[in-house]
């Protein structure tokens, strides 16, 4: 049985009140349920009051007798909840102090001259002649499945990244993960972490399930993804070392950008070098009728990785430089190189009041943790890596 004192009782309970106003705030939730029971009861809280409370409680975290390391932690988590308040509140927030305020970094979109540069890339990868638009999308077009056997591809992806991840990192006794099939979300795939070692991931199919996506999904949602996070974290943090915070996860605050940036990392920590792409083509798609030559595969891949940005950039358009959804989607057809439905599902995400700043987590906890593996042998890496699944970090210590 865990004991909260009243900083840490406070945290949970103010995080699940706004939960209350703000639906999909609170990602997980693993502290006691008498406090949840409480703090969902009554009247539905008033905004201001909250942020009352949250400057308050940033003020006392940093007079308390925690360490420097868990004061940062909690000084940057109580920040972005300050943000979220303030929005609540009726604030009118500048979108860049917004993501600021939120997730702790700074952003800019990436010139325009570089996605161009990347599309040129892309013009001599893909096969074949025509827009790179339209190639694009008929090379994706041959790894499209149906969810029969798309659930069948991802048992194999499971096991083997489970196994993967085992040989590098100690994973809690009695976890696990569920797969599930869901529609109408405004993402491809989400980890539910259900607490005590047990995820449920949902893989959305409004949009056709491509099988050489599938690792680098259940990498970054389960191993050693998100789900291996959660749990560690969970068994280290919150049960080993009964830091009360750790009981909760909150969506809209930097913990976000160093969980995204493990998670999009994850498949090149499970596949290091060129195994993935060699597993991928060789072991996981002629499970599923699908042969391609393996030249040409790793070129096309490795030159999409430099349109990361487009989304980001498009929520930039959006929300900073008050473009039209009209034209957001032009871009993001354009430069995504997707069809006119995937552009719409990727402007459903970034228009998305909870999610309008989370798109930013992506591409700067890439950008932030790999600054900081970068360079290392393989040993240092992992150990950089575990430090980031069992240990608070903040981003402004990654970038410094």
Known sequence: MITLNALETEYLTLSLEIERLFPG?????????????????????????????????????????????????????????????RRLAGEELDYLEEVHGSFDINVAPVPDADLDRALADLDLALPGDGPVRDRMIAFRSQFVVDQKAAAHLVDVILSETRSRTSQFFDLPAEESVEITFVSGQPWSGYNWYLGNGKSRVDINTDLPIHAHTLPGLIAHEAYPGHHTEHALKELTLYRGKGYGEQAIQLINTPECVISEGIAVLAEDIAFPGDEGWRWITEILLPQAAIRIDQDVYRRVIEATRALQSVSPNAALLLHKDGRSAREVVQYLTHYGLGTEAEAAKRYSFISNSLWRGYIFTYSVGRKLVSAWLNGLDEAERLARFRRLLTEQITPSQLAA
Do not use: H, W
């Open 25 to 85: 705030f609170v990602d997980a939730y693993m502290g006691p349920d008498a406090l949840k029971t409480r703090a969902n009861s009554g009247p539905a809280p008033d905004p201001k009051a909250l942020l009352d409370r949250a400057r308050r409680l940033l003020t006392d975290v940093q007079i308390s007798d925690y360490d420097d390391g868990r004061k940062e932690f909690l000084r940057a988590q109580i920040t972005g909840i300050v943000t979220t308040c």
